[in-house]
């Protein structure tokens, strides 16, 4: 397999999607490692898993409807693998294994198979300081988008999960590309108010358009440099309801075809009536309980 990954829209070839057999017990409030997980629980909301499983079947489905390959994680017995864009991510043709957070790394044991695909390909190993989830690495061409947080109390946030370290790795590894970061507020407790990834308050669609949730950014001036590169009239804007149940967070097959959660209305309707980009709705609300949704429950390996 010869990876490829220069943006988010390109037509898709191979992908990886996450599972959610045997997701393992309910986590308690302390067992939580996002707002929106430890809103659910407190609420008693916690998906089930069977609901978990069905969606993600669906998803797959309309993936290999437009002909996509779709790869598996191996089965481990009692883990939470929904969200497979966390653990690894291609940019151009190398891929990174992510540092994730320590309650993760069982996960990582289950792309072993996948990962001899790439074999002729670069794979990177993370030096040991930098921390980075693939879910605020956001690629478009020439850019590379990086979500993170560098304020002293980064160790305090469990939803802190790129670092500035990274920001500077990824720099030197690709010094032709025009490399922004931007620091997204943080909220382990309540999901109004926190961004876990970059990914969950804007992503490209199309060719030049992108959907964005202005209150996600720590900075207006790191907003407004996504404004300038896009334009104001390219970019569609969420609400903090929409962002609650994670709108940015679709997944492109195409630029012309976007995979989006069926509940989300007023976006479905602009990408289809406004932008002429085909919407494939699917049901996708329950794993938005965990955090994630369409884009964190993926890890494309190759585009055109």
Known sequence: MRLNVQNETAQLQTVV????????????????????????????????????????????????????????????????????????????????????????????????????????????????????????????????????????????????????????????????KKVLDFELKKNDQDPYEGILHLDCTFNPVGNDKAIIYKDGFLFEEEYQKIVAIFGQENLFEVTKEEMYWMNPNVFSISPEVVISEKNFTRLNNHLENVWNIKVEPINYRNISKMGGLLRCSTMPLTRK
Do not use: W
């Open 17 to 176: 999607l996450g599972r959610a057999e045997s997701n393992g017990a309910d986590p308690t409030l302390d067992q939580t490692f996002d707002a929106k997980s430890y809103d659910s629980v407190q609420h008693n909301d916690y998906p089930k898993e069977e609901d978990l499983i069905a969606e993600m079947s669906e998803f797959e489905e309309v993936l290999k409807k437009y002909n996509v390959e779709v790869l598996r994680p191996t089965l481990i017995e009692d883990c939470n693998q929904v969200f497979s864009r966390d653990v690894g991510f291609v940019i151009e043709d190398q891929f990174f294994v992510s540092n994730i957070i320590p309650d993760r790394l069982e996960e990582l044991q289950a792309y072993r198979e996948i990962k001899k695909l790439f074999k002729g390909n670069k794979i990177n190993t993370l030096p040991e300081e930098v921390y980075v989830e693939g879910g605020d690495v956001i690629l478009y061409n020439d850019y590379i988008f990086v979500g993170t947080y560098k304020q002293p109390d980064f160790k305090h946030f469990k939803t802190a999960r790129t670092n500035v370290e990274f920001v500077d790795y990824i720099k030197e590894k690709f010094p032709n």
